[in-house]
């Protein structure tokens, strides 16, 4: 599935002009994020409606189920990522994924390691709103609100295709869910080069318990 979606006290010229770069990441512990879901895939004329089911732990490696609602679980595909590469597994067959798609994914399934620093480190924010820049695969620039919490974030990946152009994503946030003390979003919008791509509603979230 193609989308497959941290602050710090600032310099005072940064905070003059409301981007905040954020910390080093040491200075925080990630845990392990979970949720359950169903979205929205636009592809073009068609929305094709799928069930969603992804695991990402604190070192970025991922295991998403996703499957045609209307279809149900028997066709549900699953994709693996950890630091030896990335799979497809359907119909009991495993297939490694291509280069340009692995690539494409890594910096999607990135972008949930990202948020998760964002909101952490949105106590040593300003009160008022600011923009974020979260360092990763690629970067990614978080706009939060007056209670900052980020609702909107910005970034470009590379094309799950090989050869193909860059693309750039807006993500759109909302709502809100509490699972160990970390806030996540409920929804999750995103749009690729202006066009709505993927809508994700998360009907259960869990964060893993701090050490």
Same mark, same amino acid.
């Given at each position: 599935?193609?989308?497959? *979606? =941290?602050?710090?006290?600032?310099?005072?010229?940064?905070?003059? %002009? +409301?981007?905040?770069?954020?910390?080093?990441?040491? =200075?925080?512990?990630?845990?392990?994020? $979970?949720?359950?879901?169903?979205?929205?895939?636009?592809?073009?004329?068609?929305?094709?409606?799928? /069930?969603?089911? !992804?695991?990402?732990?604190?070192? +970025?490696?991922?295991?998403?189920?996703? *499957?045609?609602?209307?279809?149900?679980? $028997?066709?549900?595909?699953?994709?693996?990522?950890?630091?030896?590469? /990335? *799979?497809?597994?359907?119909? /009991?067959?495993?297939?490694?994924?291509?280069? $340009?798609?692995?690539?494409?994914?890594?910096?999607?399934?990135?972008?949930? !390691?990202?948020?998760?620093?964002?909101?952490?480190?949105?106590?040593?924010?300003?009160?008022? #709103?600011?923009?974020?820049?979260?360092? +990763?695969?690629?970067?990614?620039?978080?706009? %939060?609100?007056?209670?900052?919490?980020?609702?909107?974030?910005?970034?470009?990946?590379?094309?799950?295709?090989?050869?193909?152009?860059?693309? !750039?994503?807006?993500?759109?946030? !909302? #709502?809100?869910?509490?699972?160990? /003390?970390?806030? *996540?979003?409920?929804?999750?919008?995103?749009?690729?080069?202006?066009?709505?791509?993927?809508?994700?509603?998360?009907?259960?979230?869990?964060? #893993?318990?701090?050490?």
């Amino acid at each position: 599935m193609k989308i497959g *979606w =941290r602050l710090a006290l600032f310099p005072a010229a940064l905070a003059a %002009s +409301g981007l905040a770069k954020a910390p080093p990441d040491e =200075r925080f512990e990630l845990r392990a994020v $979970a949720w359950d879901g169903k979205g929205m895939v636009y592809a073009g004329d068609r929305k094709i409606g799928i /069930g969603v089911r !992804t695991r990402i732990s604190k070192e +970025g490696h991922v295991v998403s189920d996703s *499957w045609p609602i209307e279809q149900g679980e $028997a066709a549900m595909r699953r994709m693996v990522i950890d630091d030896s590469g /990335g *799979w497809i597994e359907r119909d /009991g067959k495993r297939e490694p994924m291509p280069a $340009a798609m692995l690539e494409h994914e890594r910096q999607q399934y990135g972008f949930y !390691t990202q948020l998760q620093k964002a909101l952490l480190r949105r106590d040593l924010t300003p009160v008022t #709103g600011t923009k974020i820049v979260v360092e +990763g695969l690629v970067t990614t620039r978080f706009s %939060s609100s007056y209670n900052r919490i980020p609702f909107r974030a910005i970034n470009r990946v590379s094309s799950p295709e090989a050869g193909g152009k860059p693309i !750039t994503q807006v993500f759109v946030l !909302t #709502g809100q869910m509490v699972s160990n /003390g970390l806030e *996540w979003p409920r929804k999750i919008r995103l749009y690729q080069n202006g066009k709505l791509f993927f809508d994700l509603e998360i009907d259960k979230f869990e964060a #893993g318990a701090m050490p």
